[in-house]
T-cell receptor, first 115, second 113 residues
């Protein structure tokens, strides 16, 4: 596609529920990143995929968070037993290769609100 | 050591003026420094980036100045326009790792018409 697509754009869920956030990277981009942006803050790294494997998941805050990229393209970020503190904008980014000189391309994000 | 400190938090500039945003880092392993621009409701968009082998990089009205010894870098927006009003983030990463970015806290720029 022309850009990184994230769905849904907004998600409101009740505390304790399970949510899935989807990211469609730019076609052919092998590197995919998830970031979380809280209000008034810079994005914070969550997890990075190179192809199908999670090469670095050091930013995932706890074991309620999990992400997959089974075919090396679309990725899904999964959050179990959501808490109010999980409310944030979840950003996905992709790049053509690891360490691309062109940096990442970000999607517009999914705004998650846990009530 | 992983932090990137960004200042100011907010900035108001007259149209045609120069906007200057500063960042400082501690981790000497960082060797790639991008700047991103973010409009409300949108994801960050890459503006310009620099590697530490040069002290300055210019693209149009945007210039990055880099001081390796001081571990500081800055974004200069020349001839600032109302359309430049956005939030700007600096970031740093290590090219020997996974290229995950450490972002600054952002600067909200408002350019007055």
């Amino acid at each position: 596609g022309a850009g990184v697509s994230q769905t849904p754009s907004n998600k409101v869920t009740e505390k304790g529920k399970y949510v899935e956030l989807r990211c469609d990277p730019i076609s052919g981009h092998t590197a995919l990143y998830w970031y979380r942006q809280s209000l008034g803050q810079g994005p914070e790294f969550l997890i990075y995929f190179q192809g199908t494997g999670a090469a670095d998941d050091s930013g995932l805050p706890n074991d309620r968070f999990f992400a997959v990229r089974p075919e090396g393209s679309v990725s899904t970020l999964k959050i179990q037993r959501t808490e109010r503190g999980d409310s944030a904008v979840y950003l996905c980014a992709s790049s053509q290769t690891l360490g691309s000189n062109y940096g990442y391309t970000f999607g517009s994000g999914t705004r998650l609100t846990v009530v | 050591q992983q932090q990137v400190k960004q200042s100011p938090q907010s900035l108001i500039v007259q149209k045609g003026g120069i906007s200057i945003i500063n960042c400082a880092y501690e981790n000497t392993a960082f060797d790639y420094f991008p700047w991103y621009q973010q409009f409300p409701g949108k994801g960050p968009a890459l503006l310009i980036a620099i590697r530490p082998d040069v002290s300055e990089k210019k693209e149009g009205r945007f210039t990055i100045s880099f001081n390796k010894s001081a571990k500081q870098f800055s974004l200069h927006i020349m001839d600032s326009q109302p359309g430049d009003s956005a939030t700007y983030f600096c970031a740093a990463s290590s090219t020997s790792g996974t290229y995950k970015y450490i972002f600054g806290t952002g600067t909200r720029l408002k350019v007055l018409a």
